[in-house]
């Protein structure tokens, strides 16, 4: 099992930006894809951005052009750079391993960090 510490969220206004991290424990992190997922109060989580071993990304549409998933396998850290947020963004993000194809994840969750975007 690979544990995460997630960091970087907090209050922001609309139209501001956020960047996140999240540490990997482990030996394995260049070998494995990586998701950034949200929940929001009463809804499903959501993996809004994706990224491979290579570096192959992929953002769901709501997200699309205005955040930015990276990743430094010398730091065991993967980055989402988040612009131009706005409250429907509000919620907890959590990031995982993931099959990069599928999207989906069979690894324990971490805390999260919130983020909440007022109006």
């Known amino acids: 099992q690979v544990q995460f510490v997630e960091s970087g969220g907090g209050l922001v206004q609309a139209g501001g930006s956020l960047r996140l991290s999240c540490t990997a424990s482990?030996?394995?992190?260049?070998?494995?894809?990586f998701g950034w997922f949200r929940q929001a109060p009463g809804k499903q989580r959501e993996l809004v951005a994706r990224?491979?071993?290579?570096?192959?990304?992929i953002y769901a549409d709501s997200v699309k052009g205005r955040f930015t998933i990276s990743r430094d396998n010398a730091k065991n850290t993967v980055y989402l750079q988040m612009n131009s947020l706005n409250p429907e963004d509000t919620a907890l993000y959590s990031c995982?391993?993931?099959?990069?194809?599928?999207?989906?994840?069979?690894?324990?969750w971490g805390q999260g960090t919130q983020v909440t975007v007022s109006s």
């Open positions: 995982n391993v993931v099959n990069y194809f599928a999207g989906i994840t069979t690894n324990p």
């Open positions: 990224i491979s071993t290579g570096g192959n990304i």
């Open positions: 482990g030996s394995a992190f260049s070998r494995s894809a």
